[in-house]
C-alpha cells in the first residue's frame, strides 16, 4: 500500500519524520490556494499527485484531515487516516463554526496568524517545542488566513464510504475527538501528537494497513 500524507495548518512534511510506517509513504506538499478558492476545489488541485490505479491510502493531520476527507469523498481511496482531525463539521468546536459565520477573519491582518510562540505552544500541547517553532517560523501567512477560513466554514456533513480509521488525542485543545467510539484514543496525547507520540501512532496505522498489504 501507498500512504499519502497532508500536514496540518501551516505545517509541513517535517510532521511526519518520526512516523515508522509499514509501507510506502508519500507527503504531500501544500500548494498555493487561488483567490476566493473554496476547500473542495483546493483539494482536488492537490490531489493531482496522487496515483488512483493502485491500492492506497490518505493520512490527513489537523486541518489537512479536512482536505483528506474532501480528496476521499471524490477519489474514495481504500483507507483514509485522521489524525488530531474531524470527518465532519460536527466534530469541531462550535465556537470555530461561530467564527466562521462571522466572517472576520477576512477583515483580520495576516501578521494576527503568527501566534505568539508560548501561546502556540501551550494549545498545541507540543513537547518538541523546537520544531514546532522552525514549523510556525516557515508558515506562509497568507496561506494560514486561507486555511483558518476554510475551517472555520467547513461545511461537510457526509460521512465517508471508504474505510476510515481516525486517532484523536485525549488532551487535544484545538480538535478535541467527539465520542465516536471508533476513534482511537492517544491518552494524554494532544494536538502535536503526531511528532510528540509518533511511536504510538505507527502502531495504530501499521496495525491497520495490515488489511491492505
Not at 510506502?24 to 490531489?47: A, G, T
Not at 484531515?65 to 460536527?90: D, W
Not at 500541547?125 to 476554510?150: E, V
Not at 478535541?176 to 501512532?201: C, S, W, Y
Amino acid at each position: 500500500m501507498k500512504l499519502y500524507g497532508i500536514s496540518g495548518l501551516g505545517a509541513d512534511k517535517r510532521v511526519f519524520q518520526y512516523l515508522n510506517l509499514n509501507c510506502e509513504f508519500i507527503p504531500i506538499d501544500w500548494i498555493d490556494p487561488k483567490k476566493n478558492e473554496s476547500i473542495e476545489s483546493y483539494s482536488m488541485r492537490l490531489s493531482q499527485i496522487i496515483k488512483r490505479d493502485e491500492n492506497y491510502g490518505i493520512l490527513g493531520v489537523s486541518f489537512g484531515g479536512l482536505i483528506a476527507v474532501e480528496i476521499s469523498k471524490q477519489l474514495n481511496p481504500n483507507l483514509t487516516i485522521l489524525i488530531s482531525s474531524a470527518e465532519t463539521k460536527s466534530e469541531l468546536r462550535t465556537i470555530y463554526k461561530v467564527i466562521g459565520k462571522t466572517g472576520l477573519l477576512k477583515l483580520v491582518p495576516k501578521k494576527a496568524f503568527d501566534p505568539p510562540r508560548k501561546i502556540a505552544t501551550w494549545f498545541f500541547g507540543a513537547q518538541a517545542k523546537h520544531l514546532l517553532h522552525q514549523i510556525l517560523d516557515d508558515t506562509d501567512l497568507q496561506f494560514a488566513q486561507w486555511a483558518i477560513q476554510q475551517l472555520t466554514s467547513w461545511n461537510n456533513t457526509e460521512k465517508l464510504s471508504n474505510r476510515v480509521l481516525k486517532i484523536g488525542g485525549t488532551h487535544d485543545k484545538l480538535i478535541p475527538p467527539n465520542k465516536d467510539k471508533q476513534i482511537k484514543l492517544i491518552t494524554k496525547g494532544a494536538h502535536f501528537m503526531i511528532v510528540d507520540r509518533a511511536e504510538e501512532i505507527s502502531q495504530i496505522i501499521n496495525e491497520e494497513i495490515k488489511n491492505f498489504q
